[in-house]
């Protein structure tokens, strides 16, 4: 198995584990990580197809998508943290309330 097939595979783990958390957990803080941990996953699976072929370059359009997916990614967390403490300044917690209790 090469490091190409290796880190695809890696980058799926990790989407399907944000995928777990974010579906599993109420806090809002945990679901922002989730989202993260996706956001990671897929830029994982990116930069590997990238380079399918060793004696091939590498194509730079998909690193170009990743390194935009980052820095969309950070302003999307600074969003959510924001909008999470505002949450939890005006409900006073920062998780979803559960189905039972409405």
Not at 40 to 60: E, K
Request: net charge positive.
């Amino acid at each position: 198995m090469s490091n190409i097939y290796l880190y695809a595979l890696l980058g799926v783990g990790l989407f399907i584990l944000g995928i777990y958390s974010l579906i599993v957990y109420a806090n809002l803080l945990r679901k922002i990580l989730a989202i993260n941990v996706m956001c990671t996953g897929v830029f994982l699976v990116l930069v590997s197809l990238a380079s399918r072929n060793h004696n091939v370059q590498p194509d730079p359009v998909p690193h170009a998508m990743v390194i935009t997916g980052i820095v969309v990614a950070v302003s999307a967390t600074a969003l959510a943290l924001i909008l999470m403490l505002k949450i939890n300044k005006a409900i006073g917690k920062s998780e979803f309330p559960d189905k039972d209790c409405e």
